[in-house]
């Protein structure tokens, strides 16, 4: 795999994004799955070296929405059409287990047709359990990356085994679970990509999130050189051919890192897209890299570029719940 990923050029590159792109046809077909993604919180006690918000980082203003102000993004993001919200954040204590269980309760009581995702970091069993018991649906926790020394360098305050020990308890308790990792991060090798690869072939996850590294200037990795648009291409094509039933967004990095980056990403096997519903004055203060897209648009502005987007590249846009094939076949 490590020979394969440092040896695509060319034509085998458009093999293999051709190979990527029938076989997400074959599983969804032209589907592309809208999310609403809410960041509700840049407060993090967390340190990773990449990250824009980590706790280091003093040059941020941080901000943390209420629970009302979380409901009233989804009842804007209801209204144009959404039915899936991600609910995501740094790592903050604020938000206790009781209050996200307030939060996922009255969310699920007004939108019961609606899924909802969490994406909210490390938290013990019992949390998670409770979470899931008050309706979450869903949890993105990506792996990062699957090199044990590069994980250690790049998390002072965590550690490299309990990130897989929560995604196993995740997937133990019922979610619907994503992985995934960054691409070009500094000192990361093909190996490093290839037990990526391997460790999402060992797990199985309904959803698959890669995207570049991208610089943040107040950080440690502010001089480091960011991922490419065809190394991240390659990766997304490999996890597809490896997990070829995984929903896979077209990440905003990728849209940050080259203008159709996103468009890129659906035609080399992905689709889903995460349009922004979080409130306007917040949208600049969730950076975790420079340069990020969308933080001047409107939410509905977001909603309808992306309709169009998604018919130039050749998809059509869905607006259900999109459950994962894999969750539809355990249930
Ligand atoms: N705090 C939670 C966590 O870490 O799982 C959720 C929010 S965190 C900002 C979401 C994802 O952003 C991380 O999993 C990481 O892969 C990605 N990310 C953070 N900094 C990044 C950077 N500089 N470039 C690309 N992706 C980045
Ligand atoms: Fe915090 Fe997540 Fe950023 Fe790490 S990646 S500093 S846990 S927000
Ligand atoms: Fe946000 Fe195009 S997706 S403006």
Redesign the pocket.
Known sequence: MADLISHLDGDLRRRLHDLAHKTRITAYGTAVYLRGLIEFSNI?KQN?L????RSGNKAVSRYRLQPEEIVDCCREGYALGYRTFVL????DDWYTTEKLVQLITSVKQLYPDAALTL???ERDDECYTRLYAAGADRFL??H?TASAPLYRALHPTMEYSDRRDRLSSLQRIGYQVGAGF?VGLPGQTAADLADDLLYLQELQPDMIGI??????RDTPLRDELPGTVENTLDMIALARLMVPDALIPATT?MGTVHPNGRELALQAGANVLMPNLSPMSVRGKYM??NNKICTGDESAQCRFCLEQRVKSAGFHVEMGRGDSLKHLSRS
């Open positions: 993090c990773c990449y990250c824009g918000l995501q954040s740094g790592e994406s909210v970091g926790l990506r990062e960054m995207g570049p590294f991208l610089p943040h990095a975790l890299y």
